[in-house]
Nanobody, 126 residues
Framework: QVQLVESGGGLVQAGGSLRLSCAASGRTFSSYAMGWFRQAPGKEREGVSCISSSDGNARYVDSVKGRFTISRDNAKNTVYLQMNSLKAGDTADYYC???????????????????WGKGTPGTVSS
């Protein structure tokens, strides 16, 4: 069992930055692939970024490439999402998730995830 707690969300102006953190419980954090997802009002949840457990390979949905960076610190059982150059369209609730593996296109990522956090809101004002 893994429990995930997100933090770092908030209100920021367009062009600004937010850094999301996701703290995981348990001693097997390094074994899990981790992902960040978001759900905007009235829209379906979408995969934003994921990072593998083994080699730290990171993937991004096209809309955030070059602006968002995912990273993990296995010693701290934490995964991060650095979000720069934020746009109004990035406004959403952001969720952290853990799974044994992750791959394929972003629309497939959530099917690999086993554990989910409760989310943290990110609001970008234009």
């Amino acid at each position: 069992q893994v429990q995930l707690v997100e933090s770092g969300g908030g209100l920021v102006q367009a062009g600004g930055s937010l850094r999301l953190s996701c703290a995981a419980s348990g001693r097997t954090f390094s074994s899990y692939a981790m992902g960040w997802f978001r759900q905007a009002p009235g829209k379906e949840r979408e995969g934003v970024s994921c990072i593998s457990s083994s080699d730290g390979n990171a993937r991004y949905v096209d809309s955030v490439k070059g602006r968002f960076t995912i990273s993990r610190d296995n010693a701290k059982n934490t995964v991060y999402l650095q979000m720069n150059s934020l746009k109004a369209g990035d406004t959403a609730d952001y969720y952290c998730a853990a799974g044994w593996t992750v791959g394929g296109p972003p629309e497939d990522w959530e099917h690999s995830m086993r554990y989910w956090g409760k989310g943290t809101p990110g609001t970008v004002s234009s």
